[in-house]
């Protein structure tokens, strides 16, 4: 079935607003407030509401309505294990069937990472990040694997975005990332493999140094 454009709109606005965090976590979603602010109807916005649901992004309650929903530094870490081993298996696939022009082009938004770390300006990272690994699971050559990853990526978002704030996380993320290309480039899937499942780590690492650091507090539901 064709997804209205209004729908679409409803659903792209509704889902910015959560990933940016001007909707906060356990926060109500009043489908008239949501209609009238968008210029949309009820229908739609309710349409866009089960999508997000589907997405984890919203919890539906019955009689009570929806609010974003709540992911505690437990469940992100839960999330990280399994988004390491499908990431890591679409690295080897990837090393195997990736071509000449795939290649070019995560070479080039590498290029771009690395002065977007170099710039300081981290408030890219996470956009440009998210085009490469993309583009890597673009490689593998798998339409059943990018939706997957999406639906664990937006569950953690906020946690991602807040990481690059360690210092020294960028430059680490880069020497990471770079570890990712040369297997890529050199065909081979075991060592594309360590190096994603590594990159995942570390990520998960200082989703706990976070932590640590107060710049991330756990939420709880």
Do not use: C
């Not at 997000?52 to 505690?72: D, F």
């Not at 298996?89 to 069937?97: D, G, M, P, V």
């Not at 937006?154 to 297997?183: C, D, K, N, W």
């Amino acid at each position: 079935m064709k997804v209205s454009t209004r729908t679409e709109q409803a659903y792209q606005g509704i889902r910015q607003h959560i990933l940016d965090g001007s909707f906060y976590p356990s926060q109500r979603l009043i489908e008239t407030e949501l209609a009238q602010a968008m210029g949309v109807s009820r229908i739609s916005i309710r349409s866009a509401l089960q999508r997000l649901h589907q997405e984890g992004l919203v919890k539906l309650e019955p009689h009570r309505g929806a609010k974003v929903t709540v992911v505690t530094l437990e469940d992100a870490l839960q999330i990280m294990e399994v988004r390491e081993g499908v990431e890591g298996w679409a690295a080897s696939l990837a090393a195997e069937r990736i071509t000449p022009d795939a290649l070019a082009e995560m070479e080039s938004t590498l290029a771009r990472l690395e002065l977007v770390v170099r710039e300081g300006r981290l408030d890219e990272f996470a956009d440009v990040d998210g085009a490469l690994h993309r583009k890597i699971i673009a490689a593998a050559e798998n339409p059943r694997l990018q939706p997957l990853i999406d639906s664990l990526k937006l569950s953690v978002v906020r946690y991602r975005f807040s990481i690059i704030l360690i210092p020294g996380r960028g430059e680490q993320s880069i020497q990471e990332h770079t570890e990712i290309m040369s297997a890529l480039r050199s065909h081979s899937p075991g060592r594309a493999e360590a190096a994603m499942r590594h990159h995942i780590v570390q990520i998960r690492k200082n989703m706990l140094l976070l932590q640590k650091m107060m710049l991330v507090k756990p939420q709880n539901g």
